[in-house]
């Protein structure tokens, strides 16, 4: 088992999970809804089991979609799953604004993943499936541990290492359901293999530990709101004489900004716009700096407490602002060029909100965005179909 194995983790977990947090003025969530939701992922589950043999990146899995029968049955079984979560947008239970964007994604990414198997680019079609995970991080995030506990079958609870190809793989999967002490445990096994075998141009090693250090401090962060546990975390890794002079530079600044969060506690925002002032509206200013990691343990704190209050209160007044917050953080913190929920949430912020003085800011960011990715050495070429979503964005403004 593996980790591309997230994208039936993701919506089965906030599916098959009553979120306790909802808006205090709201009843909690329908039980018909709640079936209607549970069904549909009843229907992911089966198709999903079915294609789990094709997704992973080993040759013998890519040699295998080499047979006409198996292109065939994976395409099916594909279409199946979307088809799945498409019929979810009618329930109301995916529909809240930490939600709805994943939905729309996979919903897209799927049909997109099965014209890569139809034009044969597996290789390409296996990356779009591993990249679903960012996806399941963006929904797991916000909900506790004890909560997903409850939200899988024994069989899935019960996977063992021996069926994961490496540590890193099964600490992956490992976070996806929340068991954060033993992800953290096969994180750590991850980055003392990699300090061990010592080998500083293995660029895949590299990446690997880089990725095991954010995902250990993104729980103590961005999830449990623990810096104090982050901080003993990379104590460890400190002054190790292994670690590239780029990545002891980034733990040098995590540490640092680690100390100026050791008096916070998350459960006194009551109220998100304070927290916006004091914590993110500063950075506007210096947005390169956005860019370079010096934030980053703000924007990990920043989502966590960001995700939660929107869950928590979804008509708020300050969506819009919250959406313009949770794009910048996104945009920063995203590892996958195969979708942009920054770019989702800068939408929903323009379409939904369109009358709030936040929404030009996301039109703004989203063509900022759009016309810095499209530049180069010889200007900006922005293909016809950005232009068009650019040019209804702009009209739904006005």
Known sequence: MKKTFGILLCLSLFTFTVLKAVEPDKPLDKPEDKAQAKAVMNNVYDSFVKIIPYVYGDKNAL?????????KELIN???DISNAF?????????????????????????????????????????????AITALCVSCHSILSESAS????????????????????????????????????????KAIKNHL???????????????????????????????????????????????????????????????????????????SIHPFIAKYLAPLEAHKEKLLNGENDITLLIASG??????????SSPSSPEILYWMAIVEHRLSNTYFFSLSDLYLKDCITIYRKSPFAKKCYQEYEDNITFGFSGSKGTDIPLEEKRELDRLKAVLK
């Open 77 to 79: 079984n594909l279409t």
């Open 63 to 71: 040699d295998s979609l080499k047979s006409s029968w198996s292109q």
């Open 149 to 188: 506990k409850n939200a899988f079958g024994e069989a899935i609870n019960s996977e063992k290492r021996s069926r994961f190809e490496s540590d890193f793989a099964f600490a992956n999967y490992l976070f996806l359901v929340r068991r954060f002490t033993e992800a953290t445990f096969y994180f750590e």
């Open 196 to 270: 061990e075998t010592n080998l500083p141009t293995d660029t895949n090693k590299d990446h690997e530990v880089y990725s095991s250090l954010r995902r250990v401090l993104s729980i103590f962060t961005k999830i449990t709101f623990n810096p104090d546990k982050a901080r003993d975390f990379l104590k460890k890794y400190k002054d190790n004489k292994n670690f590239s002079p780029q990545l002891k530079t980034t733990i040098s600044q995590w540490n640092s900004s680690l100390n100026k969060w050791k008096n916070f506690d998350p459960h006194k925002v009551k």
């Open 86 to 130: 498409k019929s979810a947008r009618h329930v109301e239970y995916f529909q809240k604004p930490g939600f709805r964007p994943s939905l729309e994604t996979i919903n897209s990414h799927l049909d997109e993943t099965i014209s890569s198997i139809k034009s044969q680019n597996y290789i390409f079609a296996q990356s779009r499936l591993k």
């Open 305 to 314: 407490v960001l995700s939660k209050y929107i869950t928590d209160n979804p």
